[in-house]
T-cell receptor, first 111, second 116 residues
Framework: LAKTTQPISMDSYEGQEVNITCSHNNIATNDYITWYQQFPSQGPRFIIQ???TKVTNEVASLFIPADRKSSTLSLPRVSLSDTAVYYCLVGSNQAGTALIFGKGTTLSVSS | EAGVTQFPSHSVIEKGQTVTLRCDPI?????LYWYRRVMGKEIKFLLH????????ESGMPNNRFLAERTGGTYSTLKVQPAELEDSGVYFC??????????????FGPGTRLTVL
């Protein structure tokens, strides 16, 4: 199973762009990269998923280099409400696959 | 659509007692999962149902834990007897049926279990 490594914590100010990088050197050919967000007293929430290159949705962008050994979650113009823990997960994208969580990155956004 | 709901939100019991946690998945989601986070640790997978069948229970810590999903709708997770190390937050998640799905799992808010 591919292990992920990401910063324990990051600080930012409102309006800034935040980039959280995740390392996954042992990613398998069939693995996808998925990011979840978790607010206090809530369960994790899916943000974005990708396999290679770049994926963008209304919440974030995900950049994946050609070797797929790392990925970067980009949050444009963060606000106070983006303060949360962000998890980088690597694994199959097939329904029914157990998610493997690491420690995540605690993002703190201040004004 | 209504989200995944869990009951109770908090439970405080004494060591040796029994507790039953309940999860109601999103309607139509055949896949149901249980996860937990014990103090200071990562969120860990416990088990996975497809409808009423257990597909993977490799994460269940021991035989004090019993999960059921009668009728393929809601699920219960019983801990009997509870031990101190069972304290933590228990999450339930559900996802759509297979074939082409991309495994987005929808999590409930969790049940915080405290064993004294």
């Amino acid at each position: 199973l591919a292990k992920t490594t990401q910063p324990i914590s990051m600080d930012s100010y409102e309006g800034q762009e935040v980039n959280i990088t995740c390392s996954h050197n042992n990613i398998a050919t069939n693995d996808y990269i998925t990011w979840y967000q978790q607010f206090p007293s809530q369960g994790p929430r899916f943000i974005i998923q990708g396999y290679k290159t770049k994926v963008t949705n209304e919440v974030a962008s995900l950049f994946i280099p050609a070797d797929r050994k790392s990925s970067t979650l980009s949050l444009p113009r963060v606000s106070l409400s983006d303060t949360a823990v962000y998890y980088c997960l690597v694994g199959s994208n097939q329904a029914g696959t157990a998610l493997i969580f690491g420690k995540g990155t605690t993002l703190s956004v201040s004004s | 659509e209504a989200g995944v709901t869990q009951f109770p939100s908090h439970s405080v019991i004494e060591k040796g007692q029994t507790v039953t946690l309940r999860c109601d998945p999103i309607s139509g989601h055949d896949n149901l999962y249980w996860y937990r986070r014990v103090m200071g640790k990562e969120i860990k997978f416990l088990l996975h149902f497809v409808k009423e069948s257990k597909q993977d229970e490799s994460g269940m810590p021991n035989n004090r834990f019993l999960a059921e999903r009668t009728g393929g709708t809601y699920s219960t997770l019983k801990v009997q007897p509870a031990e101190l190390e069972d304290s933590g937050v228990y999450f339930c998640a559900s996802s759509r049926p297979g074939t082409g799905a991309y495994n987005e799992q929808f999590f409930g808010p969790g049940t915080r279990l405290t064993v004294l």
